[in-house]
């Protein structure tokens, strides 16, 4: 059950990575906001934050190698509202700036 439950909480906070808050899954599944970060935990290995985190850099990496969009406009599209921010957590992530990662891995023509 909690199986096919994280399936569908999975599938929400993907689509939905960019604004998703703990708070919006407590109104959509009705249950309370440590349910979450257990379920998360057990079956990633990681925190909500965590888990969040992970998507939003994710996303970002495939648009920085397939995109020509500004890291400005990246870092919005995945929903880091302050690029200093998207920039720290990139590199800590990643050991290079966003702009090193693109130059490196781009697949643009």
């Known amino acids: 059950m909690n ?3 994280f399936r569908e909480i999975e599938l929400y906070i993907q689509t939905h990575y ?3 808050t703990i708070q919006q899954l407590v109104k959509k599944f009705h249950y309370n906001e440590d349910f979450y970060n257990r379920l998360i935990k057990e079956n990633t290995g990681l925190t909500y934050s965590s888990y969040l985190q992970q998507i939003k850099l994710t996303k970002a ?3 920085l190698t397939t995109t020509k969009y500004s890291i ?5 599209q995945v929903g880091y509202q302050n690029r200093s921010y998207f920039y720290r957590v ?3 992530k990643y050991g290079v700036t966003p702009a090193q990662y693109r130059k490196n891995n781009s697949r643009t023509t």
Not at 72 to 76: D, F, L, P, Y
């Open 18 to 20: 960019q604004t998703v």
């Open 72 to 76: 400005e406009e990246i870092s919005q």
């Open 90 to 92: 990139f590199t800590r």
């Open 61 to 63: 990496e495939i648009l």
């Open 3 to 5: 199986q096919l439950l």
